[in-house]
């Protein structure tokens, strides 16, 4: 059985930093391309970061690029979003999600993976 495990969450001041980590257990993470998405109150789920499985290649929405990274680490079987200089409009419930998918993952939607966390919520407040 496949589960996605969110932690890390929490509330923080503007421009403070925060890291989120996904730990799986039921299938190798570094198999699977890698998501964060993130959805605000009223607003649809968007895709804030992902990491390819073929080639470890990496995507960032425009409104994390430069504040945010994303990594995995393969022995622990976990991946993370360590995200910096965190602003009021990154307060949201963050998801990690993980799939197989052909592409680069900066192709796929939220509606192509398959294995999702429960999430954890972000609260960016002064």
């Known amino acids: 059985q496949v589960q996605l495990v969110e932690s890390g969450g929490g509330l923080v001041q503007p421009g403070g930093s925060l890291r989120l980590s996904c730990a799986a257990s039921?299938?190798?993470?570094?198999?699977?391309?890698n998501a964060w998405f993130r959805q605000a109150p009223g607003k649809a789920r968007e895709k804030v970061s992902c990491?390819?499985?073929?080639?470890?290649?990496?995507y960032y929405g425009d409104s994390v690029k430069g504040r945010f990274t994303i990594s995995r680490d393969t022995a622990k079987n976990t991946v993370s979003l360590q995200m910096n200089n965190l602003k009021p409009e990154d307060t949201a419930v963050y998801y990690c999600?993980?799939?197989?998918?052909?592409?680069?993952?900066?192709?796929?939607?939220?509606?192509?993976?398959?294995?999702w966390g429960q999430g954890t919520q972000v609260t960016v407040s002064s």
């Open positions: 999600a993980a799939e197989r998918l052909a592409l680069s993952c900066r192709y796929y939607e939220d509606y192509e993976y398959n294995n």
């Open positions: 039921g299938l190798a993470l570094n198999g699977y391309a």
């Open positions: 990491i390819s499985s073929h080639d470890g290649s990496t």
